[in-house]
């Protein structure tokens, strides 16, 4: 690989602001006399652009739009916010008056409305939550690695699996990734479960099936109760999982140091 | 791979010319001293700034204050703000994810000791080739990118998501995972290749 191989190499670490200080200002000096590498950045920066968009999309708290526009300065609201709210209170009032005796015929046919809307957005709610779930538990593996307190454990294949290997990425705060390689394919009916040896008994982690390479990840959200893993370890189980390890240890280890 | 591909181009939606030629002329009245034109710059990108920035810093509360800030250096810089590096959602977007990380390091200096970073100047990039097709709106292409994101081998997802989205640099991702700064840099590379490829298909 040539220098400038190596410097163009840099330019996505650059667009994600990812370089050293260091690597940075050198990767300045090259960029701005070198048509390739700038090129190389523009592709990179729609890269970037997308991943701006590729975050789960959520509705501003209503009190943001003002406290913005205030701090901007541009208040194009103000003059008739005074006044509305008097207005609309005027308008209401006798608009009550007028209508009292037909509000209550009313009020029975938008119950029912109303009550068929609440259940078509508990449906949608229950839609939304699912993929939240998804999103979020991604999330949480994220800030388990960018935890400060980040401890690792690395686990051996066992004589089940002498070339299978594994990673547990701890932080007591944020819970544990758990990631594993080289793991067997799985029996029909059967599933790897991962095992925390903190207190007494071992606690599942969760239940892993590796992908077509054996490779496979699982968050687990730490019990917050729970002290520092002595071990963990992975074993094979029936389908669905068991309340405690019975099969066949595929991978253990142990923490270096605490 | 080339059955989502295919969908995503089905779905991706151009940000219509009238929307942009909208946001220039917001910029243009504010960069003239013209307040009133926040309004509808915020209305229509306030959500997809909201989202990243809350994204990166998981506190509503920063959020907010980030956001406010993302809109006050918008006023502030109008000026300078030259179509030829992209649509205003995307300049609007940079400095959202630049200032949710700045706030992001400040938060995780006061919770421990970390290297200063000095702010990165967006002047400093070299132009960028965006043209208006480029840019993707809405939680449709949010869902989109994700699935991109989805396709990559995790190992290059969680180093480019931790770099992007959490802030921390190439060394402090090796650090972090106790592995060779060389295998976390191909990762990033080759991750974003493929990504950029994913993306550049529909053009």
Known sequence: MSAHDDIKGQAGAYVLGSLDDEER??????????????????????????????????????????RVLAAVGGTPTRDWAVWLPVAAMLVLTIAMGIYAARLQVRVEGLEARLNNALAQVAAADQLVADSRRVAGELQSAMGVLAAPDLARIDLAGQAAAPSARARALWSRARGMVFTASNLP?????????????????????????????????????TPPDIPAPRAIAVTLEPAGGLPAPTGAFYLMGAPAAL | MVMWLLAALAGFRPESAESQADDRECLRRLAAGDREAAAPLYDRHARAVYSLVLRIVDDEADAEDVVQDVFTQAWRQASRYDPARGPVAAWLLVMARTR????????????????????????????????????????????????????????????????????????????????????????????????????????
């Open chain 1, 25 to 66: 200002r050198a990767f300045e000096a090259h960029v701005s006399a070198c048509g390739e590498c700038a090129s190389e950045v523009r592709a990179f920066q729609r890269v970037s652009a997308a991943l701006g968009m590729g975050v789960a999309q959520r509705t501003p708290p209503a009190g943001l739009r003002d």
């Open chain 2, 100 to 203: 949710a990380i700045d706030k992001l390091r400040a938060r995780r200096a006061r919770s421990g000791p970390q290297p200063a970073e000095d702010e990165r100047a967006i002047e400093t990039l070299p132009a960028a080739g965006f043209d208006a097709a480029d840019v993707l709106v809405g939680a449709e292409q949010a869902r989109q990118v994700q699935r991109a994101l989805g396709e990559l081998p995790l190992l290059q997802r969680i180093a480019i998501e931790l770099a992007y989205y959490e802030g921390l640099t190439q060394r402090e991702i090796a650090e972090r995972l106790e592995e060779p700064l060389g295998t976390v840099k191909t990762r990033i590379r080759l991750g974003l290749l493929k990504l950029r490829e994913s993306l550049a298909e529909e053009t």
């Open chain 1, 185 to 221: 394919p799985l029996p029909s009916g059967r599933v790897y479960q991962v095992w925390v040896v903190a207190g007494a008994a071992p606690i599942s982690a969760g239940l892993l099936m590796p992908d077509a390479s054996g490779g496979g990840m699982v968050y687990f959200n």
